[in-house]
């Protein structure tokens, strides 16, 4: 018998140079529309880019990578 699981959605993004995983606000949420429900706790992704989807460790990775580069 074949048997489904759905896997769960993960949004990551590195902070200080560790990763930081997000979890899921709800299935109603697309990509977008989680990066921006959390630019309001982590203001550095208003500028970043979604990349993604990978499958990893049985659940579905988007990485939130920002745009912004350093100065100087």
């Given amino acids: 018998m074949l048997q489904t699981t759905k ?14 995983r997000l979890s899921d606000p709800g299935e ?4 977008d529309m989680v990066l921006n429900f959390y630019a309001g706790t982590y203001p550095i992704l ?4 979604i990349v993604g989807p990978e499958i990893k460790n049985d659940e579905i990775q988007y990485r939130f990578e920002s745009t ?4 100087g």
């Fill in 46 to 49: 208003t500028n970043a880019r």
């Fill in 7 to 20: 896997l769960e959605r993960i949004f990551i993004h590195k902070e200080n140079g560790q990763e930081v």
């Fill in 28 to 31: 109603a949420f697309n990509p």
């Fill in 68 to 71: 912004m580069g350093t100065k």
